[in-house]
Antibody
Framework: QITLKESGPTLVKPTQTLTLTCTFS??????????VAWIRQPPGKALEWLAL???????RYSPSLKSRLAITRDTSNNQVVLTMTNVDPVDTATYYC????????????WGQGTMVTVSS | SYVLAQPPSESVAPGQTARITCGGD??????VHWYQQKPGQAPALVMY???DRPAGIPERFSGSNSGDTAALTISRVEAGDEADYYC???????????FGGGTKLTVL
């Protein structure tokens, strides 16, 4: 059974750096094509894909946010970490991590999400 | 970047059929996936590869994709189907993932 859980701060000040952690179980990133994605959803708005981690040397980023994002892995703890720099109130959202089906490109398992508010 | 367009809302009476569309340039050449999101919950995959249902999804849910329009069809709609529905593609040309704007399905 695949499970994912997001963790991180609930409140961040503008211009600060946001760091979110996705702790997962039930699969291995060593398997070919398996990925972990970060997806966000501002209150009352649509889903937005942010980034996806395949391997240490293979990552993907949303073109509109690429300059502010970094996605990494902590192998020892089965975690994928998303860092977003220079946050703004428009980054206020629920942030989800999700398991990406290899060769399908669909997200078949999601974490519960973590709500992040950007405010001074 | 690739864009997917969904109607903001659809409404249907219980027992009737709901059809939620997802428009995109030649979307028929891509694989479309669909998610259901109920209030306060994370999205859940209800259709992948245009018309394949994950385990546990009722046969009432079906999908199609051709030309510039993909669709999720829900037959014999139940009150429990009331939710937001999102389409999504993996744009393999750019290796980016794209979501539609979502459709709120209301069961009258």
């Amino acid at each position: 059974q695949i499970t994912l859980k997001e963790s991180g701060p609930t409140l961040v000040k503008p211009t600060q750096t946001l760091t979110l952690t996705c702790t997962f179980s039930g699969f291995s990133l060593s398997n070919s094509g398996v990925g972990v994605a970060w997806i966000r959803q501002p209150p009352g708005k649509a889903l937005e894909w942010l980034a996806l981690f395949y391997r240490d040397d293979d990552k993907r980023y949303s073109p509109s946010l690429k300059s502010r994002l970094a996605i990494t892995r902590d192998t020892s703890n089965n975690q994928v970490v998303l860092t977003m720099t220079n946050v703004d109130p428009v980054d206020t959202a629920t942030y989800y991590c999700a398991h990406c089906l290899p060769r399908v490109g669909a997200f078949d398992a999601w974490g519960q999400g973590t709500m992040v508010t950007v405010s001074s | 970047s690739y864009v997917l367009a969904q109607p903001p809302s659809e409404s249907v009476a219980p027992g009737q059929t709901a059809r939620i569309t997802c428009g995109g340039d030649n979307v028929g050449s891509k694989s479309v996936h669909w998610y259901q999101q109920k209030p306060g919950q994370a999205p859940a995959l209800v259709m992948y590869y245009d018309s394949d249902r994950p385990a546990g999804i009722p046969e009432r849910f079906s999908g199609s994709n051709s030309g510039d329009t993909a669709a999720l069809t829900i037959s014999r709609v139940e009150a429990g189907d009331e939710a937001d529905y999102y389409c999504q593609v993996w744009d393999t040309d750019t290796d980016h993932w794209v979501f539609g704007g979502g459709t709120k399905l209301t069961v009258l």
